[in-house]
C-alpha cells in the first residue's frame, strides 16, 4: 500500500549519509488498544498511516459489526485518541474494519462481510470526508453488480486509495474467481468507474486478494491462480481504463505457495507475498523495472530459517527504498515479527532489522497488517490481549504498534518546493523562510537524521535563529498546512 502522501525517499538525505555509520533503526513510540476494549474484538486487524493521523481496525468489535478508531498525532508526537467510526447500518458479522486506508482528506473503511439489501458477505466501502476537525461519513460504496460472498475490501491487502480513486478487491465473487472495482471521485462524486476480471478468471484464483495502485499502475494479487501457486496481474491507466500489462509470476512457483496474497507497486517496484512457500515459512518477491520497461523479478526475500509457520509475505509495504514485511506466524509457537529491508548501494536488499512490539508474545498475530509512512511505520497485532501498561489481559482484544525511525528523513512533496523560499543560504546566526501557503511546523535536521530544531509556525513567513548550531549541512523538513512536505538542504557558515 502506499502512503497517504506522495513519498520520496529524499535522494539529498541518501547522498549525505554515503559514508557515514548512520544505521537505520526503529524504535517503538506508541502502543495503541482500542477505547472501548472487548475480547476477541481484534483491534489491529487492518492499519493506516499518514503524518496527522493513525487509522485502526477492530473488525471483531461487537459481534464482529467492527469498527474503526482514529488518532491525531500531538505536538509530542504522540497519539491520542480522537474518534470512533462505525458502520450507520450495521450487522453482525459485517466485519466492518476488516480494512482500512487514510488519504488526503478522507478515509476509506471496508466492511467485507457486510450484507448488502439482503445479499450476504456482498461487502461495502465506507468513506468519510475530513471537515470540522473530524472525519464525517460521506457516501457508501457498494458494488454495482453486488453478489452474495463477494467479500468486496475483505482484508487489510484487498484495499488501497491514491488521490480521488479506491481499488478495492472481492476476491470471493463468483466461486472465489474474484474481481476488482475501482471507484473514482468524479464532479465531487464518488462512482464506480471500473470492474476489473483477471485476464483469465478461473474459479478459486480469488482475484482481488491483494491491490496496489501507483499512478498509473495497478497490480492485482490472484493468490489461488494454478493450484495457488499464484500470480499478481499489472494494470495500466489508458485513457481512464484500466488495461491488462503483463503477469508476474514466481521464479521457484510451486503449489500452495499463494504468491499474490499481498501486493505493493511503487513506481518501478514491486513486492509480492507468498507466505505458503515451503509449508507456510513463506517468501516475498522484489520486481523492478528492466530497461524493456517490464518487470523482472530481481531478489526473493526469505524470513530467518525456522521450522514454524512463518507466513513470512502475509503483508507488505514499500517506501521508496525501504521494504517491509510481515510474518504473522499464526498459530505458531514462535514470536511474530516484521522484517524491515533497504536497498544499498550495489542494488541489492538487505535486511536491516526485525520489528517486533516490546511487549510481544507468540499467537499475537503482529503482522497481520502493516503501514509504512516517512519515518515511522504502524504494526496491527489483533490477537495481542494487554492494553498500553501490558495490564487488563483480555483475549484478542488486539493493539497496534507506532515505530519511528529517525534516520528516514520522511515524507517529501517536491512539487511544494516552487511554492517557498529560504534565505539566506548559505546562513550565520538566522534564515527565514517566505511560502504561498501556510507553514505549520519546520523541522531542522542532522545529516544523520537527528531532530536537532522543531517550530511552530502557523503562517507564511518567518524566522529561525540557528546561531546555536554548529558548521555543516542540515535539512529543513517543511510541512505544509495542506499536508505536504517539503526538505531543502541548509548550509550553516
Not at 174 to 179: I, P, R
Amino acid at each position: 500500500m502506499k502512503p497517504t502522501f506522495k513519498t520520496i525517499a529524499c535522494a539529498v538525505v541518501g547522498s549525505f549519509l554515503i559514508g557515514t555509520s548512520a544505521i537505520a533503526q526503529y524504535a517503538q513510540t506508541s502502543k495503541i488498544v482500542s477505547e472501548n476494549r472487548e475480547g476477541r474484538a481484534e483491534f489491529g486487524t487492518s492499519v493506516s498511516l499518514n503524518d496527522n493521523f493513525a487509522l485502526v481496525g477492530a473488525s471483531r468489535e461487537n459481534t464482529a459489526e467492527g469498527a474503526a478508531y482514529v488518532y491525531v498525532k500531538n505536538n509530542q508526537e504522540t497519539w491520542d485518541f480522537s474518534q470512533r467510526l462505525a458502520a450507520d447500518d450495521p450487522n453482525a458479522g459485517a466485519e466492518y474494519g476488516g480494512a482500512v486506508h487514510l488519504a488526503d482528506d478522507f478515509l476509506v473503511v471496508a466492511a467485507g462481510r457486510a450484507d448488502v439489501n439482503g445479499i450476504v458477505r456482498a461487502g461495502a466501502l465506507y468513506v468519510y470526508n475530513y471537515q470540522n476537525n473530524a472525519f464525517e461519513f460521506g457516501t457508501k460504496l457498494i458494488a454495482s453488480d453486488y453478489s452474495g460472498d463477494a467479500k468486496l475490501g475483505m482484508n487489510p491487502t484487498s484495499l488501497d486509495v491514491e488521490a480521488n480513486t479506491i481499488v478495492a478487491g472481492a476476491p470471493g465473487e463468483n466461486g472465489w474467481t474474484g474481481s476488482v472495482y475501482v471507484f473514482s471521485k468524479v464532479n465531487g462524486v464518488w462512482q464506480e468507474t471500473q470492474k476489473i476480471m483477471s485476464p483469465n478468471p478461473q474459479m478459486s484464483d480469488s482475484f482481488g486478494i491483494g491491490v496496489s495502485i501507483s499512478g498509473d499502475q495497478m497490480l492485482i494479487g490472484s493468490q489461488g491462480v494454478n493450484s495457488s501457486r499464484g500470480a499478481a496481474f499489472l494494470y495500466v491507466n489508458n485513457n481512464g481504463v484500466w488495461e491488462y500489462e503483463e503477469t508476474l509470476t514466481a521464479s521457484n512457483a510451486a503449489p500452495d505457495n499463494y504468491f499474490g496474497s499481498s501486493v505493493t507497486i511503487e513506481d518501478n517496484k514491486a513486492v509480492v507475498g507468498a507466505f505458503g512457500v515451503n509449508a507456510e515459512v513463506g517468501a516475498a518477491y522484489v520486481f523492478e523495472k528492466n530497461s524493456q520497461g517490464s518487470f523482472e523479478e530481481v531478489q526473493i526475500l526469505n524470513a530467518n530459517p525456522s521450522s514454524d509457520r512463518v507466513q513470512f509475505g502475509w503483508a507488505t509495504a514499500i517506501n521508496q527504498d525501504y521494504i517491509a514485511v510481515t510474518a504473522p506466524h499464526i498459530y505458531g509457537i514462535e514470536m511474530p515479527e516484521v522484517y524491515f529491508y533497504k536497498k544499498d548501494g550495489s542494488g541489492t536488499w538487505v535486511e536491516d532489522q526485525i520489528i517486533v512490539g516490546d511487549d510481544t508474545v507468540e499467537e499475537d498475530f503482529l503482522g497481520w497488517s502493516v503501514a509504512l509512512n516517512g519515518q515511522e511505520m504502524i504494526i496491527g497485532a489483533p490477537r495481542e490481549d494487554h492494553d498500553v501498561n501490558g495490564n487488563n489481559e483480555m483475549g484478542d482484544a488486539g493493539s497496534a504498534y507506532i515505530f519511528k525511525n529517525p534516520n528516514i528523513l520522511g515524507v517529501t512533496d517536491f512539487n511544494a518546493e516552487n511554492s517557498f523560499k529560504i534565505y539566506p543560504n548559505p546562513a550565520t546566526t538566522v534564515f527565514s523562510l517566505t511560502s504561498t501557503k501556510s507553514v505549520n511546523t519546520i523541522k531542522i535536521y542532522s545529516v544523520t537524521g537527528s531532530l536537532i530544531k522543531n517550530v511552530e509556525v502557523n503562517k507564511n513567513t518567518t524566522s529561525i535563529n540557528i546561531d546555536h548550531l554548529l558548521s555543516g549541512i542540515y535539512l529543513v523538513d517543511i510541512s505544509f498546512e495542506d499536508g505536504s512536505h517539503s526538505v531543502q538542504k541548509l548550509v550553516k557558515q
